[in-house]
């Protein structure tokens, strides 16, 4: 399929499992393997990513991120395009999903826009090894804070957003921590990634995903293509679904 002929609005999901809500994750990376440039991965995808990743959100009712993600970069789940906010308008859903952040130190600088915007709805997920202080000073900040107990952060508040928020669909937009604890305890349905024509280098590498420990065969989650698409300017649009793991 050729870039010309993708359109994200026009996707179709499968129904959610019975439990929680249906989770997709969706990342940009360079072909070596890194998700992150000059601490944000911002310069990694083109403009047609960046629509793609707006296009994407109009299925979701919560976009989520983790506390990394949010000081590299902010947390908005705005669309930015007045097309797309009434897609979701004209199938009763609000203009943009809900943004989410999920964090076990509650280290969120005050001066990002997901503090000062009232475009959208916002939650913040503080695990219970926070000290009361920190949950004090963030709901200080205007934006609704659930408390999720420590170890089991990421599944306590996929059963909020499922309960309280009435969220069918979340996506997850990095980072790679909140990423790896959510596909390794088997809560992601598929996986959305522009692979960018691109070798960054340096030191330090920035996977997708990541979890503790080493790698092992018995730790692999097999994936299935569901779709590839190539782009004029050689971007790789891939998306995969989860295959069914024995946990």
Do not use: C
């Amino acid at each position: 399929m050729d870039s010309t002929e993708i359109d994200y609005t026009q996707l179709s999901f499968p129904d959610p499992p019975s439990d929680r809500p249906f989770v997709a994750i969706n990342m940009v990376m360079s072909a070596d393997g890194r998700t992150v440039i000059d601490g944000t991965e911002r310069g990694l995808g083109s403009q047609l990513d960046q629509r793609l990743m707006r296009e994407l959100r109009v299925h979701f009712d919560v976009v989520m991120n983790g506390g990394a993600t949010f000081r590299a970069s902010g947390t908005s789940a705005r669309l930015n395009n007045p097309e797309l906010e009434r897609w979701r308008v004209d199938r009763g859903m609000t203009p943009s999903p809900i943004a989410a952040v999920l964090t076990r130190s509650g280290d969120l600088p005050p001066e990002r826009r997901f503090f000062s915007d009232d475009g959208f709805e916002a939650v913040i997920y503080l695990s219970s090894a926070a000290p009361d202080s920190v949950r004090r000073k963030l709901e200080s900040r205007g934006r609704p804070v659930v408390s999720v107990p420590e170890g089991k952060e990421a599944v306590a508040a996929l059963d909020h957003m499922k309960r309280e928020l009435g969220a069918s669909r979340v996506l997850v937009e990095g980072g790679a921590m909140l990423n790896g604890e959510l596909i390794s305890r088997g809560l992601v349905d598929e996986y959305f990634l522009t692979l960018a024509p691109r070798i960054t280098g340096g030191e330090s590498a920035h996977p997708a995903v990541q979890w503790p420990g080493e790698p092992t065969a018995s730790g692999i989650r097999q994936l299935e293509v569901v779709q590839a698409t190539r782009s004029v300017g050689g971007e790789m649009f891939l998306r995969y679904r989860f295959q069914p793991v024995d946990m």
